[in-house]
């Protein structure tokens, strides 16, 4: 069993950045695969970054590209989600997730947090 508790959601300025942070519980964090998602209003959720495990692979959505990063932190049970040059439609509820097997894009994720709100004014 592994739990998330996504936080560093607030409100910015476009242009703005912003650090969100997946906690884990479970001494075998390091052995998923994480990826952060995100949903806005009237919105399918979709698929924002990817990062694998054991390579550390990342995989990142064209909308993000060159913009957001993740990364992990094993030690501290911790994937990470930095978000720069932010705009207005990176409006969304952020969510992480993690799975032994599924990694990338897919939407069938073992584990889900709660999420996280981020809102970019223009």
């Known amino acids: 069993q592994v739990q998330l508790v996504e936080s560093g959601g607030g409100l910015v300025q476009a242009g703005g950045s912003l650090r969100l942070s997946c906690a884990a519980s479970?001494?075998?964090?390091?052995?998923?695969?994480m990826a952060w998602f995100r949903r806005a209003p009237g919105k399918e959720r979709e698929f924002v970054a990817a990062?694998?495990?054991?390579?550390?692979?990342?995989y990142y959505a064209d909308s993000v590209k060159g913009r957001f990063t993740i990364s992990r932190d094993n030690a501290k049970n911790t994937v990470y989600l930095q978000m720069s040059s932010l705009k207005p439609e990176d409006t969304a509820v952020y969510f992480c997730?993690?799975?032994?097997?599924?990694?990338?894009?897919?939407?069938?994720?073992?584990?889900w947090g709660q999420g996280t709100q981020v809102t970019v004014s223009s």
């Open positions: 479970g001494r075998t964090f390091s052995t998923y695969n």
């Open positions: 997730a993690a799975d032994r097997t599924r990694w990338g894009a897919s939407p069938s994720y073992d584990y």
């Open positions: 990062i694998r495990w054991p390579t550390r692979l990342t």
